[in-house]
């Protein structure tokens, strides 16, 4: 399965200000997704990260608040904008190979607004 | 997505074995039933995955119900290392190729 390296592992910022996640996978996947966990909640699945086009969003994330990147099929970037203390979370990113492959997640970045 | 029930919550002693349910009635003939696990603070962890037959594997057994509409997650000997949240999550792929997690089930071993 792939190996993901997610960074940084975690980090304090200032409200008003932009942080960049990067997501690094050792093998070239179809699809990467981005992954929001809240604290003392379930996994909320942000946007499916699309190589060489627009990023897919879901219901209540927005491209301007969680533009992404992905310039390749090895990687792939999320990047949190005019943070406020509600953005913090652990944020993750994932890949996969098909329903009949497992999904492999990072070991996630733990964002904190102060 | 077609939805899935587990109990919040569950406990085991140390080296028994564990079975943990997901009951998921409006399971499509195209849905794959996937486990996942999240131990504390780490991401989620692949643990299994099956169609209509029984899978094993080094991590568990996943036993299907014969009409799919309920499933169980079976754990051998419990460790303290399995303590963890378990997420039963169905996935079809296709177009849609997102994993949708519910609440899941937070499993306490016991020493």
């Known amino acids: 399965s792939a190996v993901i390296s997610q960074k940084p592992s975690r980090d304090i910022c200032q409200r008003g200000t932009s942080l960049t996640i990067q997501c690094q996978v050792d093998?070239?996947?179809?699809?990467m997704f981005w992954y929001r966990q809240q604290p003392g909640q379930s996994l909320t699945l942000i946007a499916t990260a699309n190589q060489g086009s627009e990023a897919t969003y879901e219901s209540g994330f927005v491209i301007d608040k969680f533009p992404i990147s992905r310039p390749n099929l090895t990687f792939s970037t999320l990047t949190v904008s005019n943070m406020s203390p509600e953005d913090s979370s652990i944020y993750l990113c994932?890949?996969?190979?098909?329903?009949?492959?497992?999904?492999?997640f990072g070991s996630g970045t733990r964002l904190t607004v102060v | 997505d077609a939805k899935t029930t587990q109990p919040n919550s569950m406990e085991s002693n140390e080296e028994e074995p564990v079975h943990l349910p997901c009951n998921h009635s409006t399971i499509s003939g195209t849905d794959y039933i996937h486990w996942y696990r999240q131990l504390p603070s780490q991401g989620p962890e692949y643990v299994i995955h099956?169609?209509?037959s029984n899978v094993n594997n080094r991590m568990a057994s996943l036993a299907i119900a014969e009409d799919r509409k309920s499933s169980t997650l079976i754990l051998h000997r419990a460790t303290l290392r399995d303590a963890a949240v378990y997420y039963c999550?169905?996935?079809?792929?296709?177009?849609?190729?997102?994993?949708?997690f519910g609440k899941g089930t937070l499993l306490t071993v016991n020493p």
């Open positions: 093998s070239q996947v179809t699809m």
């Open positions: 999550i169905l996935y079809s792929g296709g177009s849609n190729y997102k994993l949708t």
């Open positions: 994932s890949v996969g190979q098909g329903a009949n492959y497992g999904y492999t």
């Open positions: 099956g169609l209509t």
